[in-house]
């Protein structure tokens, strides 16, 4: 394979190498501890790209499972299997977290399960940070030794 073979194929699996997602800040409309069937909830997505791509117009989709149906927030639109966010950029090393989700409860789980999941949709690469942003000090080369004694 050649240099762009490797770069495509880096780029093709950056998102899932090279970023961590996370559906955060969970609230549900009762404010209880348990969810139950037909209730509301909210919740955001954060993702962290831990590499050295600038990520730009990034869309994050968030899923729901035999257990419960997305929205957007507030839910004026309904629910839906999934629904997919607005477009961000997310620079190298930086953290980006959506705006609220909401979603509904549609099934009892009989235990801890998914209910939601999340994962980029799309996204455009973008090199700056590497051949522009990235560029730094080197190693201490120029030396200036010298005996120092008492005045």
Request: net charge negative.
């Amino acid at each position: 394979m050649g240099l762009i073979d490797d770069l495509k194929n880096a780029i093709d699996n950056y998102e899932t190498d090279n970023c961590r997602t996370e559906i955060v800040d969970f609230t549900m409309s009762s404010g209880q501890s348990v969810l139950n069937v037909n209730e509301g909830f909210m919740f955001r997505i954060k993702v962290t790209n831990q590499s050295h791509l600038d990520m730009r117009s990034v869309k994050v989709r968030a899923i729901g499972t035999s257990y419960a149906d997305v929205g957007l927030f507030p839910p004026m639109s309904g629910y839906s299997s999934y629904v997919i966010s607005g477009a961000f950029n997310l620079d190298a090393h930086q953290s980006y977290t959506t705006g609220y989700f909401s979603g509904k409860a549609k099934a009892v789980t009989n235990g801890v399960k998914d209910i939601v999941t999340a994962r980029i949709e799309s996204w455009d690469a973008n090199l700056e940070h590497i051949l522009i942003d990235h560029t730094g000090a080197g190693a201490a080369e120029g030396k200036l030794s010298k005996d120092i004694q008492p005045d």
